[in-house]
């Protein structure tokens, strides 16, 4: 079996030693030993559902294989046919597909979404969303309704890339697509009547990573930041030692081996060691400083719930303008169920909010 994320640490010594030792003492919230929390009633129909459509075990398949697996988007639209709710006809979104170049000249594709009512609105604000997926599996496709969702409350141009996935392209690839997709929003926003200077970056899971990284590389490179930043449930650490990757070791949709076999497609046996201890990966241990206000996310069924805390926690160190909100009852994925989750509806009027004060609304 391949390496595990945790003996690739181990083996990495000094080094990722000394990177532990700054997350022990980044955060006290995420510092003691937590019990799983139980579902709300609302999610643990949606986690039956999800049950219900048989998906095989992430870890055990190849990526091939695995991209073709039944997601959380599939149970949403299985428990609302149960529940008898009416499916939304999504007629209100105008729905433009384009493409972008990133540094190596691949072309790559670009979902855009907005509603059209604000069609002829000028100037209006864009978001560039990176779906989730841990670098490997899925596509802006399955997080259409987070898409849709932030575009109806926001009147955003909704901006998704899709971006190369290991383990075809590894670690940096994913990283390096996001900054060609934001430099491509600033370029083309005059083209959907949006405005280049009221840019928000936002992602979910391996997506809210990406998005943190692009604050980070715009602030790097002296160009023009994002307005603000949502990161939802992110992955912002390695370390699977965590209290949330130790209650949450077997929770559905994501858990600890799922993630280990995410990381075990993005970097080599040889590079994994390396990867690992990257700040791009580990934001724990990155530079958090000069980043624009950020909103983050968490679910408390979720083992990455305990580094998008001490992410927070290094946010506010570093004096960002930061907002956290842990939903205790709600999975990871949770956050486009709202046609189904009263959590999710939360969760997106929270960083609706968050989003349109960045825009000046």
């Given amino acids: 079996m391949a390496l595990g994320l945790f003996a690739a640490l181990v083996a990495a010594g000094p080094v990722m030693a000394q990177g532990a030792k700054m997350q022990a003492a980044a955060t ?17 129909a949606l986690l039956n559902a999800f049950a219900s459509l048989e998906p095989k075990p992430i870890e055990t398949l190849e990526p091939a294989e695995a991209r073709k697996q039944p997601t959380m988007a599939d149970a949403v639209m299985k428990l609302a046919e149960e529940r008898k709710i009416k499916m939304p ?12 170049v990133n540094q190596h000249g691949d072309k790559l594709n670009m979902e855009i979404y907005y509603t059209k009512t604000g069609e002829d609105v000028k100037n209006k604000p864009v978001i560039v969303y990176f779906h ?26 909704v901006m998704a890339p899709q971006y190369r996935q290991a383990p075809e392209d590894r670690f940096p690839a994913a990283h390096e697509d996001a900054f060609a997709a934001y430099q ?3 370029a083309n926003a005059k083209t959907y009547n949006a405005d280049a200077n009221r840019i928000a970056v936002v992602g979910e899971s391996a997506g809210g990573n990406l998005a943190a990284n692009v604050g980070i590389m715009t602030r790097q490179a002296k160009m023009k930041q994002p307005v603000a930043l949502g990161l939802i449930y992110p992955v912002a650490g390695t370390d699977m030692t965590t209290p949330s990757y130790m209650a949450n070791a077997n929770a559905k949709p994501l858990n ?3 993630m280990q076999w995410f990381v075990n497609n993005i970097a080599s046996p040889a590079d994994r060691a390396k990867v690992t ?23 408390g069924i979720d083992p990455l719930r305990s580094e998008g805390a001490m992410l927070a926690d290094k946010l506010k160190a570093a004096g960002v303008n930061t907002t956290y909100q842990n939903y205790a009852g709600a999975s990871h994925e949770f956050f486009g169920a709202d046609l189904v989750l009263p959590d999710a509806k939360s969760a997106q009027d929270l960083l609706a909010g968050q989003l349109n004060a960045a825009f000046g609304k």
């Fill in 256 to 258: 600890k081996p799922m």
């Fill in 184 to 186: 491509w929003a600033m």
């Fill in 28 to 44: 006290t919230r995420a510092s003691t030993a937590e019990v799983a929390p139980k579902p709300s009633a609302d999610m643990q």
């Fill in 277 to 299: 201890a990257d700040p791009r990966l580990n934001l724990q241990v990155a530079n958090l400083t000069g980043l624009p206000r950020t909103t983050v996310i968490t679910a």
């Fill in 89 to 100: 006809s999504n007629d209100d979104i105008e729905h433009d597909s384009a493409s972008y």
């Fill in 132 to 157: 989730g997926g841990g670098w490997v599996i899925a596509n802006t496709k399955v997080y259409e309704a987070s898409i849709m969702a932030l575009a109806r409350k926001t009147g955003a141009v």
